[in-house]
């Protein structure tokens, strides 16, 4: 009966082994959060008056932390903090850097550009 114990903690501990291990992977490695939050990370920004994500990575820092960087181009510049605020909503204390660019186009231009943001991405 030991052996066979034995063996049955040897996968319960290689299971539990195995999911840390790609578990903490995302952290150490810093890969990128998953694209669902991602995807609502933009559509809440891009929301906010006629702004244009330009960059935007997003990073897990630890389990429950994020690292978000992103630019945004608009023609009605706001305050970094302001676009801090709008992702406080649903992803909470998080290591945010914001860029403004401002967009200075031609108001046609600014229409067509709102006109393909609305457009569903193929």
Do not use: C
Request: net charge negative; charged share 20%; aromatic share 6%.
């Amino acid at each position: 009966m030991d052996p066979f114990m034995g063996l049955v903690g040897a996968v319960v501990i290689t299971h539990w082994s195995y999911v840390l291990l790609i578990d903490i992977s995302r952290i150490l490695l810093d890969r990128e959060a998953a694209p669902v939050l991602v995807a609502k990370i933009r559509t809440t920004i891009e929301a906010d008056s006629d702004n244009l994500v330009a960059d935007l990575d997003v990073w897990q820092v630890s389990p429950h932390d994020l690292a978000v960087i992103f630019t945004v181009v608009t023609n009605f510049p706001k305050a970094p903090d302001h676009y801090k605020a709008l992702l406080q909503e649903f992803i909470g204390e998080v290591h945010v850097n914001v860029e403004v660019q401002n967009m200075r186009v031609n108001p046609a231009l600014l229409e067509l550009l709102l006109i393909l943001k609305t457009l569903p991405v193929v």
